[in-house]
């Protein structure tokens, strides 16, 4: 009988595995590019001097248009299930066993082969225990003067062993530090010890020509095709990448499945897995007088510190075409070794979305420790199930507003519906370097309302401050209208299945007539992408009458 590769039986276990998350391809190209055609490496690795997409026509003209991007249901899964018809909704749908894949189901990669007989065969063979738990073996140890006589050099580092055949450079000399400075960080963020016993390791192979590999026999022939990288236990491997940044993201990425598979137990569904292997993938290398640091779960704050990443673009691009995701349609992704750059960007939001947003963070970073597949999707829904309508809105808000720099922190929506208002009218006062707040006015579906605004505030800080009225300030514009224009909007006390206003703002500067189409609470803020609001400073007051 023809041995079964381990992680083919690590499915058995349940244990979740790297098998079918080999994707991890080649990020969009960093300007304009059709959506369905893949360019090559070596074309999208050229900088490109195209200019940025044209802006859509300011959003606040369109307060009712319908041919704004809009969240529509979530492209139909390989085989539909009513549980996925993708409506903006949340809790998650319920994963199909018939439609899930068996990797991550527990159930054998063949499907003709009977569970019985593979879970004998894998107790025969050493690498399930009593229990049915996998056995992971260590880290192979690589003779690395065999190594080298094929072409094949060996860094060492304390928690990964890095075999490539690239030409020698400082930046592949840095690699093993990289990735011993990012492993305390899985440790602490997964709550496991540092220590173990015998310690981790993993081995890493940058490989520039496969075949040199496998001839060498340290790229196994059972592995499954894959374009950029695999993690199967702790063994890495990584086709080289056309920018130093995305080698070392694959390195992370592809460490990150390795460490969740080793040191952690239970499985994990593909946004999850993906996701938090794309979140730690993202990051930042110092080095300074104290050594070098790598800031991983990091926001880029552009393109520049990231070449041929592209996560923010991808999602960018899906929302103005029309095709942006709602949280079921990225819980709905399938484990596949087709799975899109575009499944990586959305795996990639939502985890960074959870892990960073100040209302969800915490609760978001206790789901790892659940045991099984199931119960992760069911254990989210629980702990989120008080909130399931504000993450409609933020979610949403969030997507429409990715970019580089994104800063949650800031964008993070305090949700509170407000009071009617008297009948003399009200105020209320919002802060210039804040994304949407709550008036604590409410408002009535079809009548007029005057809205008066008033302040000057700073909206930036570069070289000079640059100060701003409601009316805005011509110095930069964002989505089509002047810095620091007053945006405003009013937020349904449930979005439902729907969409909210505040992805569709009126912009009435110092002042405008306001007619909402549907009860609710007035927001406001000021025009400017969420990555400038940082060294904003002051405030703006907003009145409100009813009334012509
Ligand atoms: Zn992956």
Same mark, same amino acid.
């Not at 069911?378 to 199930?385: A, F, I, M």
């Given at each position: ?27 969009? #190209?960093?300007? *304009?590019? /059709?959506? &369905?055609?893949?360019? %090559?490496? =070596? ?5 490109? !001097?195209? $200019? ?16 704004? #991007?809009?969240? *529509?249901? /979530?492209? &139909?899964?390989?085989? %539909?299930? =009513? ?5 903006? !909704?949340? $809790? ?21 082969? /009977?569970? &019985?007989?593979?879970?004998?065969? =894998? ?426």
């Amino acid at each position: 009988m023809a041995r079964t590769p381990w992680y083919a039986t690590a499915a058995l276990a349940g244990i979740g595995v790297a098998l079918l998350t080999v994707g991890c391809k080649e990020s969009a #190209p960093p300007s *304009p590019a /059709p959506a &369905a055609n893949h360019p %090559s490496a =070596a074309d999208t690795a050229k900088p490109r !001097s195209a $200019p940025a997409p044209a802006k859509a026509a300011p959003r606040s003209q369109q307060a009712t248009g319908d041919d704004l #991007p809009d969240f *529509p249901p /979530p492209k &139909a899964a390989q085989s %539909s299930s =009513a549980s996925m018809s993708g409506e903006p !909704s949340f $809790p998650p749908p319920k994963f199909d066993p018939e439609t899930t894949d068996p990797a991550l189901r527990g159930r054998p990669i063949d499907p003709g082969a /009977p569970l &019985a007989d593979l879970m004998q065969q =894998a107790q025969r063979e050493g690498l399930v225990d009593s229990e049915g738990n996998l056995k992971i073996p260590p880290a192979r140890e690589i003779d690395a003067a065999k190594a080298a006589a094929a072409g094949i050099r060996e860094l060492r580092g304390t928690y990964v062993r890095i075999y490539t055949d690239l030409p020698a450079s400082d930046e592949l000399d840095r690699l093993p530090a990289v990735f011993d400075a990012v492993y305390p960080q899985w440790c602490d963020y997964f709550g496991v010890p540092r220590e173990s016993n015998p310690p981790w390791r993993a081995n890493a192979f940058i490989m520039q020509n496969k075949e040199r590999f496998k001839a060498a026999g340290l790229l196994p022939d059972y592995l499954p095709e894959f374009e950029n990288g695999f993690a199967e236990g702790h063994e890495l491997y990584i086709v080289e990448q056309p920018t130093e940044y995305y080698r070392r993201h694959l390195l992370l990425h592809e460490g990150t499945h390795s460490f969740m598979l080793t040191r952690l137990s239970g499985s994990f569904p593909t946004w999850y897995f993906e996701g938090m292997a794309e979140l730690f993938g993202t990051h930042r290398v110092d080095e300074g007088p104290s050594g070098l640091t790598v800031q991983t779960r990091y926001m880029p704050r552009g393109r520049d510190e990231v070449p041929f990443w592209g996560r923010t673009k991808l999602v960018a691009d899906a929302y103005r075409e029309g095709r942006a995701r709602n949280l079921n349609g990225v819980f709905a992704i399938q484990p596949s070794r087709n799975m899109g750059n575009e499944e990586y960007a959305w795996s990639w939001a939502a985890c960074y979305f959870f892990d960073t947003h100040p209302a969800y963070r915490d609760r978001f970073r206790t789901l790892f420790k659940l045991p099984a597949r199931g119960d992760f999707m069911e254990e989210l829904q629980k702990l989120y199930e008080a909130d399931s309508d504000p993450i409609i809105t933020q979610w949403q808000v969030f997507v429409a507003g990715l970019d580089y720099g994104y800063d949650l922190e800031r964008a993070a929506i305090r949700l509170e519906p407000g009071q009617p208002l008297p009948t003399g009218g009200a105020t209320a006062t919002v802060a210039a370097d804040r994304g949407w707040q709550s008036t604590g006015i409410r408002l009535q579906a079809g009548r007029s309302y005057q809205i008066a605004a008033t302040g000057r505030y700073r909206v930036a800080n570069e070289a000079k401050p640059w100060y701003s009225e409601p009316d805005g300030v011509t110095i930069r514009y964002h989505d089509g209208l002047p810095l620091g224009t007053l945006l405003v909007a009013v937020q349904p006390d449930h979005v439902g299945s729907g969409v909210t206003p505040l992805i569709k703002p009126l912009a009435v500067g110092s002042a405008g007539t306001l007619t909402p189409e549907q009860d609710g609470t007035l927001y406001v803020k000021i025009n400017e992408a969420t990555s400038g609001l940082a060294d904003n400073e002051g405030s703006v007051r907003v009145t409100v009458k009813e009334g012509k």
